[in-house]
């Protein structure tokens, strides 16, 4: 599976220049930020590495996993255009 999944995921996953430039942001200003998924951690993290993205997640998990790990009262978003539109 996960060579198979290596294999594609070029495919699928691509880097997103304005994604990541709200990510630098966040983390540069102290925000700590955690990934969440159904899917198994090496494939969420392939993803993420695919995307560019993984230097900026501090975690990943399920939700629950996540919000223990970073704290009850985190923020969820759960698009790339819900994302954009944060301050």
């Known amino acids: 599976l996960d060579r198979f999944a290596a294999d594609r995921a070029p495919l699928w996953f691509r880097p997103r220049a304005d994604t990541n430039a709200v990510l630098r ?10 990934a969440f998924t159904d899917a198994p951690r090496a494939l969420a993290e392939l993803a993420l590495a695919h995307t560019g993205t993984a230097r900026y997640v501090e975690t ?7 919000r223990t790990e970073l704290d009850a009262d985190a923020v969820v978003i759960t698009s790339r255009e819900a994302l954009a539109e944060l301050p």
Not at 25 to 34: S, V, Y
Not at 60 to 65: D, V
């Open 25 to 34: 942001r966040m983390t540069a200003a102290g925000a700590r930020i955690g």
């Open 60 to 66: 990943i998990g399920t939700l629950a996993a996540v």
